[in-house]
T-cell receptor
Framework: AQKVTQAQTEISVVEKEDVTLDCVYE???????LFWYKQPPSGELVFLIR??????QNEISGRYSWNFQKSTSSFNFTITASQVVDSAVYFC???????????FGAGTTVTVRA | EAGVAQSPRYKIIEKRQSVAFWCNPI?????LYWYQQILGQGPKLLIQ????????DSQLPKDRFSAERLKGVDSTLKIQPAKLEDSAVYLC?????????????FGPGTRLLVL
């Protein structure tokens, strides 16, 4: 069963627009961890954020912000005032305390046009 | 601090040939992972090492794939013989401590094309 669902396959925006990436997860564990990674065209997966299941505070880091809602099993990611350098594939991932394996979603391709 | 190193970055081979990929994790990281990422999909775990021992290889196609991590540092992933469906990016990742949910840090990957 798919543990992480990223319903948006591709998103295209014009520079300076905001873009929100959806992530819905499924787990029976009470302790789990959620991650976002960025994969630019170079191919390397770049770690962006890690959040544990007991911390529902939203987080902001520069132009990036994350909205974690356990009630809807969602961990959404917003890029504010997007830039061309934000163009990449973004992956949401889940790690459960049962085995700590990372399960990735299928990814969302973000294209920011100048 | 140096990141995860992988080589080669690109490889093109014909089906039934053999290929090997190398990974050097971040210094001091006990856990090393190999992932396969097929175009348009998220990475899928092939094998996990803790130091020089295998923790999980349940998703590794053992009839053709093998991996080792001698001395608990760098690692090699081999495919023999390769099939067309092995065309993918092979990502190596490492994390500091075993048995935790610590962040995994990824290398640049090796893009394999099997013709």
């Amino acid at each position: 069963a798919q543990k992480v669902t990223q319903a948006q396959t591709e998103i295209s925006v014009v520079e300076k627009e905001d873009v929100t990436l959806d992530c819905v997860y499924e787990t029976r564990d009470t302790t789990y961890y959620l991650f976002w990674y960025k994969q630019p065209p170079s191919g390397e997966l770049v770690f962006l954020i890690r959040r544990n299941s007991f911390d529902e505070q939203n987080e902001i880091s520069g132009r990036y912000s994350w909205n974690f809602q356990k009630s809807t099993s969602s961990f959404n990611f917003t890029i504010t005032a997007s830039q061309v350098v934000d163009s990449a594939v973004y992956f949401c991932a889940l790690s459960e305390a049962a085995d700590y394996k990372l399960s990735f979603g299928a990814g969302t391709t973000v294209t920011v046009r100048a | 601090e140096a990141g995860v190193a992988q080589s080669p970055r690109y490889k093109i081979i014909e089906k039934r040939q053999s290929v090997a990929f190398w990974c050097n994790p971040i210094s001091g990281h006990a856990t090393l992972y190999w992932y396969q990422q097929i175009l348009g999909q998220g990475p899928k775990l092939l094998i996990q090492f803790q130091n020089n021992g295998v923790v999980d290889d349940s998703q590794l196609p053992k009839d053709r794939f093998s991996a080792e991590r001698l001395k608990g540092v760098d690692s090699t992933l081999k495919i023999q013989p390769a099939k067309l469906e092995d065309s993918a990016v092979y990502l190596c990742a490492s994390s500091p401590h075993p048995g935790t949910s610590e962040t995994q840090y990824f290398g640049p990957g090796t893009r394999l094309l099997v013709l």
